[in-house]
């Protein structure tokens, strides 16, 4: 599993011009839902479609998640994995065909994990994965709740980097998580111990340091933000 670092649809979508993204339109489907359908949908999916999330107000202005489609972004993605800062922690840079078959490993799994690009204003600016935490590796390693929801974040455009613009987006995308997915109660987030930007930018988020604790591939800050605290911290 990628650090989360702050270095941090179907059918078509365009660029119409300079930093302006425009998503697909979703065509209803064809196909009858009964109501016996219903609630096998609702567990299979299991992170309540962040592609219908909400565009979160910020003070840098509004910003949403865009599930990737490799035929669009793959360039873009290719291009900030092989930043070196974000490359130190990510560990993805080389030949697209890397960041491929990271992102081929999310789309093609059970959808407990879902990469998504961060819009800014409606430009492409940030790379994000969406994961149930508590059914992913990490919860071998703390004590996991049902329904907790893991974040990796990466800041691709440099221009958006050291101006306290991660913490803005981790609060964001965590609010966003509490208004969407009501079963889940706490987001958690595992950045590279020594990445100490991205462990003070989840603190000034609102997230709490629970533990370091050791993954595969990494030594990782445990960080935790809890919904019973969303308005106090």
Not at 31 to 36: K, N, P, Q, S, V
Not at 38 to 49: G, M, N, R, T, Y
Not at 78 to 99: F, K, Q, R, S
Request: include cysteine; charge should be neutral.
């Amino acid at each position: 599993m990628p650090s989360t670092d702050t270095t941090a649809h179907s059918g078509t979508a365009s660029t119409t011009g300079p930093g302006l993204y425009r998503p697909t339109e979703i065509r209803p489907t064809e196909r009858r839902l009964t109501a016996g359908l219903l609630p096998l949908l609702a567990e299979a999916d299991l992170l309540d479609s962040p592609a219908g999330w909400d565009t979160a107000a910020t003070p840098a202005g509004g910003f949403r998640l865009e599930p990737v489609r490799p035929d669009r972004d793959l360039e873009l993605l290719a291009g900030w994995m092989n930043d070196p800062e974000v490359a130190a922690y990510w560990e993805l840079g080389g030949p697209a065909a890397v960041t491929a078959a990271h992102l081929r490993a999310q789309l093609e799994a059970d959808g407990g994990s879902i990469p998504c690009l961060g819009l800014l204003d409606g430009t492409p600016m940030s790379y994000w994965e969406i994961y149930r935490a508590d059914l992913d590796p990490l919860s071998r390693h703390y004590r996991a709740r049902p329904h907790d929801t893991g974040i990796h974040l990466l800041i691709g455009d440099r221009a958006h980097r050291g101006r306290g613009l991660g913490a803005t987006l981790l609060r964001a995308v965590a609010g966003l998580v509490f208004d969407h997915r009501p079963r889940c109660t706490r987001v958690i987030a595992e950045p590279d111990i020594r990445n100490t930007p991205s462990v003070s930018a989840f603190l000034t988020a609102g997230f709490r340091y629970s533990a370091e604790i050791q993954l595969s591939e990494k030594r990782a800050a445990l960080m935790i933000r809890e919904r019973s605290l969303r308005n106090l911290l």
